[in-house]
């Protein structure tokens, strides 16, 4: 079995604002794993120490799970190490990194496939992505939202879609930071004139795309229709960096039952190349504003 990526949880922040929890599981996670590959044990004989599967030993490796501060201590003696300080350092940060999720207010609503995504985005220091369909997450206006949530989960009532939406205006407080990831996104063009909503949710949609795109945090570019064939024409995708250098990039891929995370070398240059082509084949930043305005006296 491959050895993934990183995968956590959003809780609470830390001294420079950025997750706290997220980052000191993801931490956890790589240094367990460097452990291990230092000692050349394989997953199957960590987990046999903590009376645990494979796939356990790869979910705590990868931050999927909370770490139980027991199987942390077996763990790291298996794995040779026996300074005291170094164990209490360690539990320290398992104990950080299993603090309350943010979002579990929203327990009720968020798919837990999405969790996943949450966490790393909390995390990250800067987000590349490309949409086809849609307005990315991070840049959805609480009307456009709502009628994204709408034609996903046509069965819920009122409640479920307003808590929905409000979980995603939250998620949205991420850019508000101090410490705010930057953001690469490019669009395809159908993404502005796709009328989701409504032409009055699209047009007050484009709007705020039109302010976002002067922030100094976010970059956006349009691919047109007139570029023909291009880099990703297999579907949306996001790469994930995150401030450590010992955290790989993340590639996310969304489908309509749950979300793929690539971490394997080769897999993740293949989409970093894909999006660097992305970003020099669609139309460059300074002519968005342009090219949004022009949508809106289309829509006028």
Do not use: C
């Not at 360690?90 to 299993?98: D, G, K, P, Y």
């Not at 504003?289 to 022009?294: D, E, F, K």
């Amino acid at each position: 079995m491959s050895e993934e990526v990183p995968d956590s949880d959003n809780e609470k922040f830390d001294e420079n604002g950025r997750s706290g929890a997220t980052v000191r599981r993801l931490q956890v996670g790589a240094h367990l794993r460097a452990l291990r590959r230092a000692r050349g044990l394989s997953r199957d004989e960590a987990g046999y120490v903590i009376r645990a599967s494979e796939s356990k030993i790869s979910r705590m490796e990868l931050g999927r799970v909370s770490f139980k501060e027991r199987d942390v201590t077996d763990l790291l003696k298996l794995y040779g190490v026996e300074d005291q300080a170094e164990h209490r350092r360690i539990l320290t940060l398992v104990r950080e990194a299993n603090a309350p999720s943010w979002w579990q207010a929203y327990g009720d609503v968020l798919d837990t496939w999405f969790q996943s995504y949450l966490d790393l985005e909390q995390a990250a220091e800067l987000i590349r992505t490309y949409e086809v369909q849609f307005v990315p997450g991070l840049l959805q206006t609480d009307a456009y939202a709502r009628a994204v949530i709408r034609l996903g989960h046509s069965a819920d009532g009122p409640e479920e879609i307003d808590r929905r939406a409000r979980l995603r205006m939250a998620r949205k407080q991420v850019l508000d930071r101090a410490d705010a990831p930057r953001l690469w996104a490019v669009l395809d063009e159908a993404v502005l004139l796709r009328p989701i909503g409504g032409v009055e949710v699209l047009r007050d949609q484009i709007r705020y795309l039109l302010e976002i795109s002067r922030s100094p945090r976010v970059r956006l570019q349009v691919m047109p229709f007139a570029k023909g064939g291009h880099a990703a024409l297999g579907g949306a995708f996001s790469i994930l960096r995150f401030p450590h250098d010992k955290l790989p990039d993340v590639v996310y891929i969304e489908h309509l039952t749950g979300g793929l995370y690539l971490e394997k070398r080769d897999e993740v240059d293949r989409y970093a190349e894909a999006i660097g082509r992305l970003f020099i084949e669609a139309e460059q930043p300074d002519r968005t504003p342009g090219i949004l305005q022009r949508r809106l006296d289309e829509l006028a």
